[in-house]
């Protein structure tokens, strides 16, 4: 849509940069991970005049014996500390490597994830506070479909594209998660959120940026549920857009933040999270403003699909678990686009 976004694609040196960034992290990542099984410590304990080796998994000693003093335990010793050195060197270099692909990311002009979205991210792994990831499901997810095509979504001023992103990320889940849960997620992240008063699914920081989560409906798709939509209200979805959106398929981008860091962001199929939002801009019950966002993000990203990502067919089986009017209202939405035969209905 002229003048309301535009495509810049990546130069060949920000595509190299993003691919040895998003290297070193997964890189790092590895790491990290086959550093868990050491996570604690070994020690020699006195019982009764006699010595064990304990291994301990916290800093509280919470652990168990693995024996007394034998040359059984006593291997086990000394082959624990020199894995604990070796990991310890690993982390040393993957961590130089990880600050070099910072440094490329901020030269090369491709640091676009605003700071308090990458502080959470980072703490969004799964097994973490569920079996499943939480998804970014708000304007921020545009940031995933742009590192994996390669462009940048620009906007003019005055563009509806990305209003009150700045101050704002909206998270989904796909499995319960307590208030407590996702507070204490948040404070990883930065200690200061804080509940909202009477919205157990919103926080706040010191810094006036606010983080909703999104839970999952009890309702099927396609029947009546309820879906929050902005703080106080309460509004019905009679097609079950967000049931829809949680089971649709995940996507994983890495994207880079405004200080160079790489982090892993999880969101919806990008087909599903455009239908999504055209939807939302053709429900009469929403602010007008809020409509008009939708409507402009929905094109942006329809249009980037089906220029930058044909490997993302429209209306695949995953996209039938959306109603077909639904899937309907993307006829015209993008010049040349049509729909599929597969999806009509008698």
């Given at each position: 849509?002229?003048?309301?976004?535009?495509?810049?694609?990546?130069?060949?040196?920000?595509?190299?940069?993003?691919?040895?960034?998003a290297?070193?992290?997964?890189?790092?990542?590895?790491?990290?991970?086959?550093?868990?099984?050491l996570?604690?410590?070994?020690?020699w304990?006195?019982?009764?005049?006699?010595?064990y080796?304990?291994?301990y998994?916290?800093?509280?000693?919470?652990?168990?014996?693995?024996?007394?003093?034998?040359?059984?335990?006593?291997?086990?010793w000394?082959?624990?500390?020199?894995?604990?050195?070796?990991?310890?060197?690993l982390?040393s270099?993957?961590?130089?490597?990880?600050?070099?692909a910072?440094r490329?990311?901020r030269?090369a002009?491709?640091?676009?994830?605003?700071?308090?979205v990458?502080?959470?991210?980072?703490?969004?792994?799964?097994?973490?506070?569920?079996?499943a990831?939480?998804?970014?499901?708000?304007?921020?997810?545009?940031?995933?479909?742009?590192f994996?095509?390669g462009?940048?979504i620009?906007a003019?001023r005055?563009?509806?594209?990305?209003?009150?992103a700045?101050?704002?990320?909206?998270?989904?889940?796909?499995?319960?998660?307590s208030?407590d849960?996702?507070?204490?997620?948040?404070?990883?992240a930065?200690?200061?959120?804080?509940?909202?008063?009477?919205?157990?699914?919103?926080?706040?920081?010191?810094?006036?940026?606010r983080?909703?989560?999104?839970?999952?409906p009890?309702?099927p798709?396609?029947?009546?549920?309820?879906?929050?939509?902005?703080?106080?209200?309460?509004?019905?979805?009679?097609?079950?857009?967000?049931?829809a959106?949680l089971?649709?398929?995940?996507?994983?981008?890495?994207?880079?933040?405004?200080?160079g860091?790489?982090?892993?962001?999880?969101?919806?199929?990008p087909?599903?999270?455009?239908?999504?939002?055209?939807?939302?801009?053709?429900?009469?019950?929403?602010?007008?403003?809020a409509?008009?966002?939708?409507?402009?993000?929905?094109?942006?990203?329809?249009?980037?699909?089906l220029?930058?990502?044909?490997q993302?067919?429209?209306?695949?089986s995953?996209?039938?678990l959306?109603?077909?009017?639904?899937?309907?209202?993307?006829?015209?939405?993008?010049?040349?686009?049509?729909?599929?035969?597969?999806?009509?209905?008698?």
């Amino acid at each position: 849509m002229a003048g309301e976004y535009s495509f810049r694609e990546f130069q060949v040196n920000q595509q190299r940069t993003l691919d040895r960034a998003a290297e070193a992290y997964q890189a790092y990542l590895e790491a990290v991970q086959t550093g868990r099984p050491l996570k604690g410590g070994m020690h020699w304990k006195k019982v009764k005049g006699r010595e064990y080796l304990y291994k301990y998994r916290d800093r509280y000693g919470h652990g168990s014996s693995l024996g007394p003093r034998s040359p059984h335990t006593e291997l086990l010793w000394a082959q624990f500390g020199r894995r604990r050195r070796e990991i310890a060197d690993l982390l040393s270099l993957r961590r130089q490597q990880l600050a070099e692909a910072v440094r490329f990311c901020r030269a090369a002009l491709i640091h676009r994830v605003p700071e308090p979205v990458t502080r959470i991210l980072r703490h969004l792994t799964p097994g973490d506070l569920t079996t499943a990831p939480l998804l970014v499901v708000d304007t921020h997810a545009l940031h995933a479909y742009e590192f994996a095509a390669g462009v940048f979504i620009d906007a003019p001023r005055d563009s509806p594209l990305t209003e009150g992103a700045a101050q704002q990320l909206t998270l989904a889940s796909t499995a319960e998660v307590s208030p407590d849960k996702f507070l204490r997620l948040l404070r990883r992240a930065d200690r200061s959120y804080e509940t909202l008063p009477g919205d157990d699914g919103a926080a706040v920081n010191k810094r006036g940026f606010r983080v909703r989560l999104l839970r999952p409906p009890t309702a099927p798709s396609g029947h009546r549920m309820v879906v929050r939509d902005a703080p106080g209200d309460l509004l019905s979805a009679a097609s079950g857009d967000l049931a829809a959106l949680l089971i649709a398929p995940k996507f994983s981008q890495v994207v880079i933040g405004r200080r160079g860091d790489p982090v892993t962001m999880v969101a919806p199929d990008p087909r599903a999270l455009a239908l999504h939002k055209l939807r939302l801009s053709r429900r009469q019950d929403r602010d007008p403003a809020a409509r008009e966002r939708d409507r402009v993000q929905a094109a942006a990203l329809a249009e980037l699909i089906l220029r930058y990502l044909p490997q993302y067919h429209f209306f695949s089986s995953e996209l039938q678990l959306f109603p077909p009017e639904v899937a309907r209202l993307a006829e015209g939405m993008v010049e040349g686009y049509e729909v599929a035969a597969d999806l009509e209905t008698d």
